[in-house]
């Protein structure tokens, strides 16, 4: 697994190059944002080792596989960690495929793993986690959310927008890294969501897939 740094909080933590969750370094230890793919726990629990700091919170963006794929390994290595996800990706995880009468009857795409950890905490609009506000961010999953830092407005976007070749929004196709787009539920619900992000004006993008952006506005 590659670790980068990237601001005084801000650890990146990169598998298969291109597959990515995050250490954020706050007062009381590390919140873990995502898990990676299956597999991740072992190397994630030694790179905070290596930081010095415990992982005390894990906080999802959105229930697909390759972003909760290490929750469960996680949670038995680390039973003390709060699980924080959005109430409305809960329902994935726990194995509820059913759309919500409000919500664009688009079918639902991406790999949703079922779950054995429930989560202690469930997340909405304008809750923190520990430094982090929760921004609602659907489009890419019904439920997905982003993290945004207030102490250095770092947005960590879950797969809002992805880098890989330069930053796009998760519905935009690109042959030569189509899976965001291929998972994607509702590209105009994805598309509101990246415009409210940008409003934001943050300092430095970090997403799922590809490298952290540094004053990423004109990109966005």
Known sequence: MNVTHHGSYLTQLTRLGAFSCYLVRDDDGFT????????SAPAIIAAAKELGMPIVRIAITHAHIDHVGSLDALHGLLPQADVLVSARDARFMAGDMTLDPSEPQAKLRGGFPKIDTTP????????RVGSLEVVAAPGHTPGQVAFFDTRD???LAGDAFYSVGGVAVASTMRWWFPFPTLATWHAPTALATARKLRDLAPARLAVGHGPVVAQPGAAV
Do not use: E, I, P
């Open 32 to 39: 873990l944002v995502d898990t990676g793919l299956s597999g």
């Open 153 to 155: 407005r770092t947005l």
């Open 120 to 127: 202690t905490r469930l997340l909405a609009q304008g809750d």
